[in-house]
């Protein structure tokens, strides 16, 4: 599962403001967020600019032993599992947005997108190499982030279902610890 955040207006607030402050306000920011990602234990996978993004990676498909319906149940559980992890970590991101625009008394907004979907993982050059994603999963999370109003967080259908899963199997949860 993928996250992508924007800071909303960068470019021109850019221009607004002397570099040293743009530095500190991206540098505050993403400190914030970096704490959010540590909590859940997800990887950092780059900061672009303003960019912030962010994956929760998932076991390939029967990994976790033979396949068959076990291993497809494991691997929705993860990703559902992913998906709410991923959520809080949007959520936290938003606050941190919300507390620096009342601390800077700076109008200041982001937008989120979250999918999931393959990836393929790997280091890229030999001079400052780089580790980096590719696949649906990276191209729908920045599609859905540029396509979220400010302030929210855009998710595919493929987040939602496994949102509406795991919501599912904690009230499944919560009636068997009642019985």
């Known amino acids: 599962a993928v ?9 021109a607030m850019s221009v607004s403001m002397a570099p040293a402050e743009i530095a500190r306000m991206l540098h505050t920011l993403f400190c914030g967020f970096d704490a959010a990602v540590a909590r859940r234990g997800y990887f950092k996978m780059d900061t672009v600019g303003d960019a912030y993004i962010v994956a929760a990676f998932l076991p390939r498909s029967g990994c976790r032993g033979g396949g068959g319906s076990d291993s497809a149940a494991a691997a929705a559980a993860a990703e559902a599992e992913a998906c709410e992890g991923l959520m809080w970590v949007a959520g936290e991101m938003l606050a941190v947005v919300a507390d620096y625009r009342r601390e800077a008394r700076r109008e200041i907004r982001c937008r989120i997108g979250l999918a999931v979907g393959p990836v393929i993982v790997g280091v890229l050059g030999r001079l400052q190499p780089r580790f980096h ?3 649906q999963g990276i191209c729908e999370a920045e599609a859905r982030e540029q396509s979220s109003a400010a302030g929210a967080v855009h998710l595919t259908a493929a987040v939602l279902r496994a949102l509406s899963r795991a919501e599912a199997a904690a009230s499944s949860r919560a009636e068997a610890a009642a019985d």
């Open 133 to 135: 994603v590719f696949g």
């Open 3 to 11: 996250l992508q955040l924007d800071v909303c207006g960068f470019t």
